[in-house]
């Protein structure tokens, strides 16, 4: 699941207008979404598919291990991920097929609670309309029935982004995110339990270095450590000026430059190690298969 959140906060990066008027505003061009490593792709592939392994039996590049699961994208000539797949190594998989319109995007989303399943076990489908010049509604159906629609406003020539999700005519949440120089600079956000504000700082090659979020009595601080490349080789996180998350990367690379081996080292989130009982509990690999 934190791979289809990370989806929709990717939306929030990097600015791509299809239009210079009234048209939906698409973000987070060619890029694979990652909670930790938010980086470009380079070279516009068509597809990339990231495979996780644990259980390693090295901790160097040569390292082999179990597929614990795989995810999967395909992109447009734009750099919008048109399909998506996550699968889990023997528990489940899903897919999401979306398509980019004008008026804003259109997508199925299917769930299979079983690896070896034809037909979904849950459908979801969005269908986004236009409600006014700089105004969308994206409805949501679950297995055919009305679960939840989100209005998303483009203020100030889309500089400034609104999004309401409701149930009918309840509001559940309001995120507004700010942009400055086509990459977000800060988001509010709000619910009946909770309230946020998140800053965004970059380097001056436009990368991420840190996010400073306050959410009610909690200050979470995220820092980026970055190597020539532009990839994350050290992720911090604290709250409350307590360290609750520390990872490691290193990379290997194509000669297009992109990274097609990534080792990760987890420090201290989970206890044991990340995948505990295993020889090396606190790594795990990730080995890219790009086309171009």
Known sequence: MIKLFAVIFLAGC???????????????????????????????????????????????????????????YKFD???????????IEGASFSELSTEYTDDGPRSISKIYMD?????????????????????F???????????????????????MVREEKMNHDTL???VTRFFENGIVAREEAASA????????????????????????????????TR???????????????KTTEIKRMKYEYDTKGNWIKQITREENKVPGGLFAGQRFPEYSIVVREIKY
Not at 137 to 159: A, I, S
Not at 227 to 241: F, H, K, P, R, W
């Open 115 to 135: 690896i070896h399943s034809t037909q979904p076990d849950h459908e979801t489908k969005v269908v986004t309309e236009r409600t006014g010049a700089d105004q």
């Open 137 to 159: 509604k994206e409805n949501h159906f679950k297995n055919g029935v009305y679960d939840y629609h989100t209005m998303t406003t483009f203020l100030n020539n889309g500089l």
């Open 14 to 72: 990097i600015l791509s207008c299809k239009s210079n008027e009234r048209s939906y505003i698409y973000y987070g061009n060619w890029m694979t979404p990652d909670v930790y490593n938010v980086s470009l792709l380079k070279r516009n592939p068509s597809e990339v598919k990231e495979n996780l392994y644990v259980e390693l039996n090295d901790t160097g590049f040569q390292a082999s291990g179990k597929l614990n699961s795989y995810d999967l």
């Open 172 to 174: 559940i949440w309001t």
């Open 227 to 241: 190597n020539a490349q532009g990839d994350v080789i050290l992720y911090e996180e604290t709250e409350n000026g």
């Open 77 to 87: 000539r734009k750099g919008n991920i048109v399909f998506y797949k996550m699968f």
């Open 193 to 224: 339990k909770e309230k946020s504000k998140g800053q965004y700082y970059y380097s001056a090659g436009r990368l991420m270095d840190s996010i400073v979020t306050v959410k009610n009595d909690r200050k979470i601080k995220r820092l980026f």
